[in-house]
């Protein structure tokens, strides 16, 4: 009955390859985002969902594609991974009209 | 450019006694400010928040303090517990949206 849960919890792949991260919260949100948390430990913000509406978008390469199937689903592709790309990834989710966000348990990726 | 600071990468603090974490941010256009604890391999859990409108917020052994003017915010826990230990995240939301930004984090070891 976890709130939040991402898929997997680690993912070691090659450069070059396509990998995708899935999220799921049954917390009856409708909002969900994805952090990315680097080397340096900071959680930046890459994308947030309304109602599977794309809402924030931040700088972020176009390999990097979310996709929200329903409100309860927001899953991150990644298309030709590298070196850089190795990081944290977290899931999250809110009410839209509130200010509290939920954590999933993160997605380590390492890029060889 | 790091818009929400924690300046001190660690702290160590006797169990039982006050831990004070610190924040300082720069854009004046957030308006709400939480904490998050993050304990390894685990994703960040809400602790406590405060709104601009308010200096301080209390819940049980946990209070955040917020001083505008100076764009600081402080997050005391008392007493200090050996479960406390973890890092700790400031976080600020902009008042013109739901995206959250987040300081480096502060580790916190309370030692028995």
């Known amino acids: 009955d976890t709130a939040v849960s991402q898929t997997p919890k680690y993912l070691v792949t090659q450069m070059g390859n396509d990998k995708s991260i899935k999220c799921e919260q049954n917390?009856?949100?409708?909002?969900m985002y994805w952090y990315k948390q680097d080397s340096k430990k900071f959680l930046k913000i890459m994308f947030s969902?309304?109602?599977?509406?794309?809402?924030i978008n931040e700088t972020v390469p176009n390999r990097f594609s979310p996709k929200s199937p329903d409100k309860a689903h927001l899953n991150l592709h990644i298309n030709s991974l590298e070196l850089g790309d190795s990081a944290v990834y977290f899931c999250?989710?809110?009410?839209?009209?509130?200010?509290?966000?939920?954590f999933g348990p993160g997605t380590r990726l390492t890029v060889l | 450019d790091q818009q929400v600071k924690q300046n001190s990468p660690s702290l160590s603090v006797q169990e039982g006694r006050i831990s004070i974490l610190n924040c300082d941010y720069t854009n004046s256009m957030f308006d709400y400010f939480l904490w998050y604890k993050k304990y390894p391999a685990e994703g960040p859990t809400f602790l406590i928040s405060?709104?601009?409108?308010?200096d301080k917020n209390e819940d049980g052994r946990f209070t955040v303090f917020l001083n505008k003017s100076a764009k600081h915010l402080s997050l005391h826990i008392v007493p200090s517990q050996p479960g406390d230990s973890a890092v700790y995240f400031c976080a600020a939301r902009n008042n013109a949206g739901n995206m959250l930004t987040f300081g480096g984090g502060t580790r916190l070891m309370v030692k028995p």
């Open positions: 405060i709104s601009s409108i308010k």
């Open positions: 999250a989710s809110s009410l839209y009209s509130s200010d509290t966000q939920y």
């Open positions: 917390l009856g949100h409708d909002t």
């Open positions: 969902y309304n109602n599977k509406e794309l809402i």
